[in-house]
């Protein structure tokens, strides 16, 4: 008899599947209703935007093509944006692809990972999956203690993982703070600085990329076109580093794994500064009508600068999940992060917001 449990990667035999939120089309089948308000995996509520659209529709001619493997025409025009040579970029199937990489090309089983409490649990599973040592730092207020994670590093320390805002907990690490830690990590393990909600913030608390990646070659930086951009059903996302990194990185790159209409319409999107300056202020909007919503009722919540926000409603969280199910909004539950009294609420529309409010006037808590 075939003995799977043998035969499997011990890494792999003690990996949960990533949770995704809940999709709309599920709780369509399900519950046999329609108007249903997902505000469950941080996308962009406007739907697509409008350049991007227009590429899509453009580039559907070439699809019988294999993509540009390189991405060479998207990567020029990230090269352009920040200020870096197009060498120094790494394109992925989302920036999830893009991390998988590069735990691939640089972590073993003998090696450590450090990475925080709450963190993006990407990290967790990745760590895992290949079997090395997890080095999860408690948190501090729900974010990264820095000083912690620091002194948890050692020479067999691969990456530290940061995501700044962090997702789930929306925690934020002014940018001071962030490149003084950059600084004082050991020359021998790699920065990796998860970036997916950097949109959102104010000029003022963004780091200067270009200027932090000539003075630290281990550090590496990902973003992604899946929250702000809008694009996260076409799955693109990419790293930026040094170029001798990119080009390992590249050593383990599927060879086409960036689709055609992915590539153009996040070159696309690059272009479309409305588009992007509507959706962060949107957000901001309402991320204020839902925070009043949410102190008017009593509920806690962890003050975020993404696009989702984590409220605490007790120990009966999962219930109320299930309620706001069959009210027609889908919420994410965290309980897989270790934070069972909480949801996490993403941002949606006015009215998509108000559904979730109104719903939430109906549960008693
Ligand atoms: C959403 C998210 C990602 C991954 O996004 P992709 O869709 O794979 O590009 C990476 N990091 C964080 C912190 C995220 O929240």
């Given amino acids: 008899m075939l003995n799977l449990d043998k035969l499997i990667n011990q890494g792999v035999a003690g990996l949960h599947p990533y949770q995704p939120g809940k999709p709309i089309e599920e709780l369509e089948?399900?519950?046999g209703i329609t108007n249903i308000v997902k505000l469950a995996s941080n996308e962009n509520p406007l739907g697509i935007g409008p350049r991007a659209k227009q590429a899509i529709k453009s580039a559907i001619e070439d699809l019988t093509r294999y993509p540009d493997g390189s991405g060479h025409d998207l990567k020029q025009a990230l090269a352009q944006q920040h200020g870096l040579g197009s060498d120094q970029f790494t394109l992925g199937n989302g920036s999830n692809e893009v991390l998988e990489m590069i735990f691939r090309t640089f972590v073993g089983s003998g090696d450590n990972v450090v990475y925080s409490q709450y963190a993006f649990i990407v990290y967790k599973l990745l760590t895992?999956?290949?079997?090395?040592?997890?080095?999860?730092?408690?948190?501090?207020?729900?974010?990264?203690?820095?000083?912690a994670m620091l002194a948890a590093i050692d020479v067999n320390t691969k990456l530290v993982c940061v995501a700044n805002p962090n997702n789930p907990t929306g925690t934020f690490i002014e940018p001071q703070v962030m490149a003084g830690f950059i600084a004082a990590v050991p020359k021998q393990t790699l920065i990796v600085l998860d970036e997916a909600y950097t949109e959102y913030l104010a000029a003022s608390e963004r780091l200067d990329i270009a200027?932090?990646?000539?003075?630290?070659?281990?550090?590496?930086?990902?973003?992604?076109?899946?929250?702000?951009?809008g694009l996260a059903g076409l799955r693109i996302g990419y790293a930026m580093s040094s170029q001798p990194i990119s080009s390992m990185?590249?050593?383990?790159?599927?060879?086409?794994?960036?689709?055609?209409?992915?590539l153009v319409a996040a070159e696309a999107s690059l272009q479309d500064e409305s588009y992007l300056q509507t959706s962060v202020r949107l957000n901001a909007e309402q991320m204020q009508l839902l925070e009043m919503f949410l102190q008017q009722k009593g509920i806690e919540?962890?003050?975020?600068?993404?696009?989702?926000?984590?409220?605490?409603?007790?120990?009966?969280?999962n219930d109320i999940y299930q309620q706001l199910l069959k009210l027609g909004v889908i919420v994410r539950p965290v309980a897989g992060y270790g934070l069972a009294d909480y949801l996490r609420v993403s941002i949606g529309t006015e009215s998509e917001n108000r559904t979730f409010m109104d719903a939430m006037n109906l549960i008693k808590l």
Avoid: M
Avoid at 128 to 147: K, N, T
Avoid at 211 to 229: E, G, M, P
Avoid at 301 to 317: D, E, L, R
């Fill in 301 to 317: 919540y962890i003050p975020s600068k993404g696009n989702f926000i984590c409220i605490k409603v007790g120990p009966q969280a």
């Fill in 29 to 31: 089948r399900e519950l």
């Fill in 249 to 262: 990185l590249n050593r383990v790159r599927e060879p086409f794994n960036n689709n055609t209409l992915a």
């Fill in 128 to 147: 895992q999956g290949i079997g090395a040592e997890h080095r999860e730092i408690p948190a501090q207020s729900y974010g990264h203690d820095l000083e």
């Fill in 211 to 229: 200027q932090l990646l000539n003075k630290h070659d281990n550090l590496i930086v990902c973003r992604t076109f899946s929250k702000a951009y």
